[in-house]
């Protein structure tokens, strides 16, 4: 094995159990090795397994079978602790739908993870990272009161206040209009993660053409990876 590998999925399968059902097979045999540094979309049909693999890059959770290697270290062998502080030192994760706490303010959302990962923090953490995309006036602002525009700095701020090496930003512009979507991906693949690894899905075309690589899944198998 390469030991200079920055990340290699291989062989990886993950079905979800469907009670009173037939399984599905969400991911299908995905090998997959990225470079430190490189900017990738994922792209494919709703249903293709974007969020399944997602997931399983940001160790969120499990696949059903295969192996995860980041920086020759064998993640999936971890235990359950092992691999939930893989994710929080490793990967910042932005979810497609946000997930901020509605009643939390946008500096309290983007605490959060500092707390979590339970060292020391000062409040210019927060500050400089809110500084960096501009939200330093939404600070006081719940999170509920937001536009999806605002919204979606403030879950990527989120996702950076622990300096990760690594973005997932699972469609982060699904519900956003042309400028907003415009912003935030200049934001994800110039500013901040001008010297990260960053992996977004998508279903926009002008995103997937800012990409140095382009991975396309069918049904839970890439089909095609152009750089
Ligand atoms: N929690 C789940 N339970 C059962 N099936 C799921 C679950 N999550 C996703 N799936 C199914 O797995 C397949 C891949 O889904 P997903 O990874 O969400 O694709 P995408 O993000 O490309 O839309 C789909 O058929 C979807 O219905
Ligand atoms: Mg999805």
């Known amino acids: 094995m390469n030991m200079d590998e920055y990340i290699r999925l291989s062989g990886i399968h993950k079905d979800y159990r469907v009670p009173g059902g037939d399984n599905v097979h969400a991911l299908c045999n995905i090998d997959l090795s990225i470079d430190s540094g490189e900017k990738i979309v994922i792209t494919g049909d709703s249903g293709s397994g974007k969020t399944t693999l997602m997931n399983i890059l940001g160790g969120v959770f499990r696949p059903t079978k295969g192996d995860y290697f980041f920086e020759g270290r064998n993640i999936l062998s971890e235990s359950n602790k092992g691999l939930a502080q893989f994710r929080n030192s ?17 500096y309290e959302n983007i605490e959060l993870p500092l707390i979590i990962s339970k060292k020391p923090y000062s409040k210019t953490d927060i500050n400089s990272v809110m500084e960096r995309l501009g939200i330093m006036n939404l600070s006081k602002r719940r999170a509920e ?46 500013d901040v993660g001008k010297d990260k690894t960053v992996i977004v899905s998508t279903h926009n075309e002008k995103i997937a053409q800012r990409a140095n690589r382009r991975i396309i899944i069918k049904d839970g198998t890439i089909v095609e990876d152009i750089s």
């Open 90 to 106: 490793v990967i910042g994760f932005v979810f497609q739908d946000y997930k901020l706490l509605p009643d939390y303010t946008v």
């Open 145 to 190: 009161t937001l536009s999806g525009g605002q919204a979606q700095k403030v879950a990527i701020a989120r996702a950076l206040v622990n300096n990760p090496e690594v973005i997932l930003a699972d469609e982060p512009t699904g519900a956003l209009n042309s400028s907003d979507s415009e912003e935030i991906i200049s934001i994800l693949f110039d």
